[in-house]
């Protein structure tokens, strides 16, 4: 089974502080997702990268900025973390059938 | 963006009860897929449809694509406990287009 790794399940941090979201996944999987999961609006993608060092603009890029060095892994970057970035964040990756996601990142800004 | 429109937004039924829930669009779609999230995990894929008026089964539950390529259907029957979550559609226009999302259905299951 295809497993995508989100390196940590609840983060804490600082209005201001520049904030890494971490993805790995095994699978070879050339697309890669980021997205981002508040309550009544569903999945809102963010950034996704169809290979190495190549990235487009989701839905909502305002004040995320995304890496993707490697084929495997795919970061997610908050410049300045907001209070208004206070989220569920989930990253996938996947092929024409279907997307296997992680398990998320509950992201608190205080 | 594009936009699906997925109802109802919640439901609240009893164990053993059947469940139904659609999602639609202005647009035509290609592939439609349903997924769960469990609370706190990331969401699952449950079924892909791939043709249009396609009916696949997986277990309890049964989803359909729409003839008009424009909408689709997710039932579950006989619900248990362990069928609680949050229910997506997604679809994609293309074979190379990136999945779009539905709101998500919320289902509570009342032992």
């Known amino acids: 089974d295809v497993k995508v790794t989100q390196s940590s399940r609840y983060l804490v941090k600082r209005t201001g502080e520049k904030v890494f979201l971490e993805c790995v996944q095994d699978?070879?999987?050339?697309?890669m997702f980021w997205y981002r999961q508040d309550p009544g609006l569903g999945l809102r993608l963010i950034y996704f990268?169809?290979?190495?060092?190549?990235?487009e603009k989701g839905d909502i890029p305002e004040g995320y900025s995304v890496s993707r060095e490697k084929k495997e892994r795919f970061s997610l970057i908050l410049e300045s973390a907001s209070t208004n970035q206070t989220s569920m964040y989930l990253c996938?990756?996947?092929?024409?059938?279907?997307?296997?996601f992680g398990s998320g990142t509950r992201l608190t800004v205080v | 963006g594009q936009q699906l429109n997925q109802s109802p937004q919640s439901m609240f039924i009893q164990e053993g009860e059947d469940v139904s829930m659609n999602c639609t669009s202005s647009s035509i779609f290609n592939t439609w897929l349903w997924y769960k999230q469990d609370p706190g995990e990331g969401p699952v894929l449950l079924i892909a449809?791939?043709?249009?008026?396609e009916l696949t089964s997986n277990g309890r539950l049964t989803a359909q694509f729409g003839i008009t390529r424009k909408d689709s259907f997710l039932n579950i029957s006989a619900s248990i406990p362990s069928d609680v979550g949050i229910y997506f559609c997604?679809?994609?226009?293309?074979?190379?287009?990136?999945?779009?999302f539905g709101q998500g259905t919320t289902l509570q299951v009342k032992p």
């Open positions: 996938a990756s996947g092929l024409t059938y279907g997307y296997t």
């Open positions: 990268s169809y290979d190495v060092k190549m990235k």
């Open positions: 699978m070879d999987h050339e697309n």
């Open positions: 997604a679809g994609r226009t293309s074979n190379t287009g990136k999945l779009i």
């Open positions: 449809l791939y043709k249009a008026g």
